[in-house]
């Protein structure tokens, strides 16, 4: 009984923690306050600065910083125009950049995004760092990190009440119960998961370059040369986090027109 009830509570808090990403209206689970995983960010966030060489001067680090005002703008004016505009108070927006050759982009939750020299050479224009710039921005409008972090919480909570419910089998049982569900929450929640948040940021990332005047088309470019860079060495969609470079691509491609009639009536 007292496994049982523990189940219906469990169901009953993962349903009533339900919040809706933006442009896609996918559900999601988010058990995490914001004004908490926000000030989680801002002191990771100052701890990064403190610890890395930022450029502060020279056209890529106002490249950097203009573009990411122009695509939190339309992130925010589309969050106005479709009643989510109390999610704005969230934000303080920060766009650094890092003198690291590391191919790489980040945010954090609060609307903090980082971008590495490394990246630069990928990026090659504005344009380029646009699609970065929108897919980082989409990443934070959604709200992935607090959805990362809550399901990490919710397969916490599934271990606890599998425990409860093999306490009385032999020690063996219940160290395989807990492998096994450790595995299959890995690869069968969290890991897809991740991958359906990087498609999604994509999708979002290609309307709000739309919506800020860049020509979302170059999407499909810039992850061509990720792929051309990444050639021999990617793991497959199973077992990565991140989508594979060809099946990324076919998703831009299959969302792109819709964000192209987005930027060419912006342009009318």
């Not at 950049?97 to 971008?115: E, H, K, Q, S, Y």
């Not at 497959?236 to 009536?265: C, G, K, W």
């Amino acid at each position: 009984m007292k496994k049982f009830l523990c189940l219906a509570v469990f169901a009953a808090f993962a349903i009533s923690a339900c919040a809706t990403a933006p442009m896609t209206g996918r559900r999601q689970l988010s058990l995490i306050p914001a004004s908490e995983i926000n000030a989680m960010s801002a002191t990771a966030f100052s701890d990064v600065k403190r610890s890395s060489r930022i450029i502060t001067t020279g056209a890529n680090a106002e490249m950097i910083r203009t573009v990411g005002r122009n695509i939190a703008a339309a992130a925010e004016q589309y969050l106005r125009d479709h009643g989510r505009a109390a999610e704005i108070a969230n934000y303080s927006w920060e766009f650094i950049l890092i003198d690291d050759a590391t191919v790489n982009a980040w945010a954090m939750p609060g609307g903090r995004i980082a971008f590495y020299t490394g990246i630069l050479p990928l990026t090659q224009n504005v344009n380029g760092v646009a699609v970065v710039m929108a897919h980082e921005v989409a990443h934070v409008i959604a709200g992935h990190s607090a959805e990362r972090m809550s399901q990490a919480m919710l397969a916490n909570m599934g271990g606890s009440i599998l425990g409860q419910a093999t306490r009385n089998q032999s020690q063996m049982v219940q160290t395989l119960s807990q492998t096994g569900y450790g595995i299959a929450a890995n690869l069968g929640i969290l890991l897809p998961f991740s991958r359906r948040q990087e498609y999604e940021a994509d999708k979002i990332g290609l309307m709000l370059m739309a919506m800020a005047g860049y020509d979302p088309a170059h999407a499909v470019t810039f992850w061509q040369r990720m792929s051309a860079l990444s050639a021999g060495g990617s793991t497959s969609d199973f077992m990565s986090t991140h989508p594979s470079d060809a099946n990324r691509i076919a998703a831009i491609q299959r969302n792109l027109p819709a964000a192209q009639e987005v930027y060419r009536n912006r342009r009318r």
